[in-house]
């Protein structure tokens, strides 16, 4: 970058299932401030977000997960144990159908996404050919989504080794990166839910739900019963009544994951650290919460107003 030209900005992505929808208020705080990014690369949620932005989507693609419900999310789940306990064929079809798979070289934006392989562990990046296969592949969390097979390697969940993608971003020439971490604050979130809750200060800067009444927990109720259907088990009886109760097979899923993705980004970006950090207070949504769009967005809006003196510094 020369002392006169504009430096290359880059936004990194990161992971973290349904939270992931944070990045689009991000994006749109951060265009509303002037601040368009060159390049944008992202790991799993990351990678269906920042591909929706590259490919010029974001509008159609902001519509739609606003509308998402319960419902919405149960529909999409193609039940599987081989692999993984979702097939994710209903959702990409979907995804296929209504948003146009171009090549991510042919994309308004440079992209790319982050995927791992199963065999070799190796993090591998995706920067041509199919936007959808590119984006399933970063999607597949293991356990959840079905691993994908892609030009000779089995792939899932790039969050495994690089849940923000600031390596790629500068391998893709950024002379500025902007990451979007959004596992700062969830190590225990699924095993403090049933804790007292606790007000503080900083409730008045963030997006908290109003109420957790609702058919939230509906999805989950429908993934045990099919899950009973496959796999019957009878779990032995735990202590008396004086013993905390056993956290549910999602919680503990969900809880390992969080610590999984917070110890490996912390890790990352010690060592490849982005030029501003942009951390969305996220710890109220589960892992699956799709259908709280709204929140998610209004957080990330919120994480950007937060970081207004690091941006105005850094550019």
Same mark, same amino acid.
């Given at each position: 970058?020369?002392?006169?030209?504009?430096?290359?900005? =880059?936004?990194?992505?990161?992971?973290?299932?349904?939270?992931?929808?944070?990045?689009?208020?991000?994006?749109?705080?951060?265009?509303?401030?002037?601040?368009?990014?060159?390049?944008?690369?992202?790991?799993?949620?990351?990678?269906?977000?920042?591909?929706?932005?590259?490919?010029?989507?974001?509008?159609?693609?902001?519509?739609?997960?606003?509308?998402?419900?319960?419902?919405?999310?149960?529909?999409?789940?193609?039940?599987?144990?081989?692999?993984?306990?979702?097939?994710?064929?209903?959702?990409? !079809?979907?995804?296929?159908?209504?948003?146009?798979?171009?090549?991510?070289?042919?994309?308004?934006?440079?992209?790319?996404?982050?995927?791992?392989?199963?065999?070799?562990? /190796?993090?591998?990046?995706?920067?041509?050919?199919?936007?959808?296969?590119?984006?399933? /592949?970063?999607? =597949?969390?293991? !356990?959840?989504?079905?691993?994908?097979?892609?030009?000779?390697?089995?792939?899932?969940?790039?969050?495994?080794?690089?849940?923000?993608?600031?390596?790629?971003?500068? /391998?893709?020439?950024?002379?500025?990166?902007?990451?979007?971490?959004?596992? =700062?604050?969830?190590?225990?979130?699924?095993?403090?839910?049933?804790?007292?809750?606790?007000?503080?200060?900083?409730?008045?800067?963030? =997006?908290?739900?109003?109420?957790?009444?609702?058919?939230?927990?509906?999805?989950?109720?429908?993934?045990?019963?099919?899950?009973?259907?496959?796999?019957?088990?009878?779990?032995?009886?735990?202590?008396?009544?004086?013993?905390?109760?056993?956290?549910?097979?999602?919680?503990?899923?969900?809880?390992?994951?969080?610590?999984?993705?917070?110890?490996?980004?912390?890790?990352?970006?010690?060592?490849?650290?982005?030029?501003?950090?942009?951390?969305?207070?996220?710890?109220?949504?589960?892992?699956?919460?799709?259908?709280?769009?709204?929140?998610?967005?209004?957080?990330?809006?919120?994480?950007?107003?937060? /970081?207004?003196?690091?941006?105005?510094?850094?550019?």
């Amino acid at each position: 970058m020369s002392l006169t030209s504009k430096p290359v900005l =880059a936004l990194a992505l990161g992971g973290g299932a349904a939270r992931g929808w944070a990045h689009v208020g991000v994006i749109r705080a951060l265009e509303q401030r002037g601040i368009r990014p060159d390049i944008v690369c992202g790991t799993s949620i990351g990678a269906l977000v920042g591909a929706a932005y590259a490919s010029g989507e974001l509008d159609r693609f902001e519509q739609w997960i606003k509308r998402l419900t319960v419902v919405d999310i149960v529909t999409f789940m193609d039940f599987s144990l081989n692999g993984g306990l979702i097939k994710g064929e209903k959702l990409m !079809g979907f995804f296929e159908k209504t948003f146009v798979d171009r090549p991510i070289e042919n994309l308004r934006l440079p992209f790319a996404a982050v995927a791992c392989d199963l065999h070799s562990g /190796a993090e591998v990046w995706l920067r041509d050919g199919s936007t959808a296969d590119a984006v399933r /592949a970063s999607l =597949a969390l293991p !356990g959840l989504l079905t691993p994908v097979h892609y030009r000779g390697k089995t792939l899932v969940d790039g969050g495994l080794v690089n849940p923000v993608p600031v390596s790629l971003a500068r /391998a893709m020439g950024s002379d500025l990166v902007i990451a979007v971490d959004l596992n =700062a604050d969830l190590i225990g979130r699924h095993l403090k839910e049933h804790e007292t809750d606790s007000s503080s200060s900083d409730d008045k800067q963030r =997006a908290v739900p109003v109420s957790d009444d609702d058919n939230s927990s509906g999805w989950i109720e429908h993934v045990q019963q099919q899950l009973q259907k496959r796999m019957p088990l009878k779990w032995p009886a735990w202590g008396d009544k004086d013993t905390p109760p056993v956290p549910s097979l999602f919680d503990v899923v969900a809880s390992s994951i969080n610590i999984m993705q917070v110890r490996i980004t912390r890790s990352r970006m010690a060592g490849e650290p982005p030029d501003l950090i942009i951390a969305p207070k996220l710890a109220d949504l589960g892992l699956m919460d799709f259908h709280r769009a709204e929140i998610a967005i209004e957080e990330g809006r919120l994480a950007v107003e937060r /970081a207004v003196d690091q941006l105005d510094e850094l550019l």
